[in-house]
């Protein structure tokens, strides 16, 4: 089709004043609604924990027995002393250590990060909330590539082995954000056992969608906090999680995981912070699941809503690019992101055009630090909010940006 042909489309779909949302990495109405039940779990008259604690007062610093007891199984982590519950989010857990770790160092730190110019290694395309720690905090962010596999670890090891101003690395393993891939067994190896020159260097391993499966063919990884311990790197990975995507969004519990010297210098910073978690939340979410098999049939609930708009948002991007060479996107089996490359230099202009026509996209670059794509060229397309219409609507409009984005490249 001519560059005419396909401007006179978008036109008419411009015609159609639509308002699609294609950005939102968010649970849609439905998947909140399969978690109210939770609300009901406990009431004016019933609210003792398990043990008959008082959940309505101070105290239990880091969690419920029953909490820590359903995230050390949703963690993966051998003991309960391997885990501290937090609050409602993990990316505050995040930002803490990393803040404690800058002011007072991590517990095996020879002087507190803050006396140096920190960096840490950001894969990309990657996660922008991370990135805006890094920024906020002024840590320099180093990006590597990510393969299928995970970050090209050719570059992670030359990299920590030489610079040990070099003190972490973000790690999204499982259905990764954007990109819905997993780091494969070599990958978990080679981070566990990878010289650093920092020997207080850590891998924050952001497991938020550990257990965001859509359907039964699933991504299975191999324990970080196990392989770093058998080539005898015990503290070098914190393992973050939340039920942000499970229960509520901003009202659900979020966890770390790790090392008993790490998780000890976690709660004594914690207590500093704080008196005492959310207890009644956590209550409502042990009575909610029971254990971890309750979470994990919970999550077919989810995968049943998200699946369809996977399989919508994929077949119209095979029927409308397949086999053209301009475009390229991931098929991931899990998480809430698709990432798709359209020609290099076009991305900027096809959100643009999106957005003429009524699609809002993440916007281009936001899934590289400093919101810098150097290709101009990844999007991040997020289909758990809109209905399977809007998806079909939505995909057909940002398939035609990009075939037009990318014929105004090639006549410029
Ligand atoms: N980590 C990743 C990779 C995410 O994609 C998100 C949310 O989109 C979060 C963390 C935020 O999790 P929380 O709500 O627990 O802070």
Redesign the pocket.
């Known amino acids: 089709m001519t560059l005419e042909q396909l401007q006179t489309q978008f036109e008419a779909f411009k015609a159609k004043k639509l308002s699609l949302d294609m950005s939102r990495?968010?649970p849609s109405a439905a998947q909140l609604d399969l978690s109210n039940e939770l609300l009901d779990t406990v009431t004016s008259n019933d609210y003792l924990s398990s043990t008959g604690a008082e959940t309505r007062n101070y105290g239990g610093l880091d969690g419920l027995p029953a909490t820590k007891q359903l995230f050390k199984d949703f963690l993966e982590v051998s003991s309960v002393e391997e885990v501290v519950i937090g609050g409602?989010?993990?990316?505050?857990i995040?930002h803490d250590i990393i803040s404690r770790g800058i002011t007072h160092g991590m517990c095996d730190s020879y002087q507190p990060w803050g006396k140096e110019k920190i960096k840490f290694i950001c894969p990309v395309p990657g996660?922008d909330?991370?990135f805006s720690i890094c920024e906020h905090f002024g840590i320099d962010m180093i990006p590597v590539a990510c393969t299928e596999d995970g970050p090209d670890m050719d570059v992670v090891e030359k990299l920590v082995a030489n610079d040990s101003s070099i003190k972490g690395i973000w790690i999204?393993p499982k259905y990764?954000?954007p990109t819905g891939l997993s780091c494969s067994d070599e990958v978990v190896n080679r981070l566990s056992m990878m010289n650093t020159a920092a020997e207080d260097f850590r891998i924050f391993w952001?497991n938020?969608?550990a257990v965001h499966h859509l359907s039964e063919d699933q991504d299975q990884l191999k324990n970080i906090l196990t392989t770093c311990k058998e080539f005898g790197n015990d503290n070098r990975p914190f393992i973050?999680?939340?039920t942000?995507?499970i229960t509520f969004?901003?009202a659900?519990v979020?966890a770390v995981g790790g090392s008993t010297d790490n998780m000890d210098w976690y709660r004594k910073h914690l207590f500093i912070s704080t008196i005492g978690p959310d207890k009644l939340n956590q209550e409502r979410h042990n009575r909610f699941f029971k254990n971890i098999e309750g979470l994990y049939e919970h999550m077919k609930k989810h995968a049943a809503l998200l699946k369809p708009r996977f399989v919508k948002t994929l077949s119209i991007l095979e029927e409308e690019l397949g086999g053209t060479n301009l475009a390229t996107w991931t098929k991931p089996k899990g998480g809430?992101f698709i990432s798709f490359n359209v020609p290099e230099g076009c991305a900027k202009r096809v959100v643009a055009l999106s957005a003429e026509a009524g699609v809002k996209l993440t916007g281009a670059g936001a899934t590289y630090p400093y919101k810098k794509d150097p290709k101009n060229s990844n999007i991040r397309l997020a289909p758990s909010c809109p209905t399977i219409d809007e998806i079909e609507q939505a995909m057909r409009i940002v398939c035609l940006a990009t075939k037009i984005a990318a014929l105004e490249m090639k006549a410029s």
């Open positions: 990495g968010k409602n989010a993990s990316l505050t995040m996660y909330r991370h999204v990764s954000n952001d938020a969608y973050l999680c939340s942000s995507k969004a901003g659900g979020a809430y």
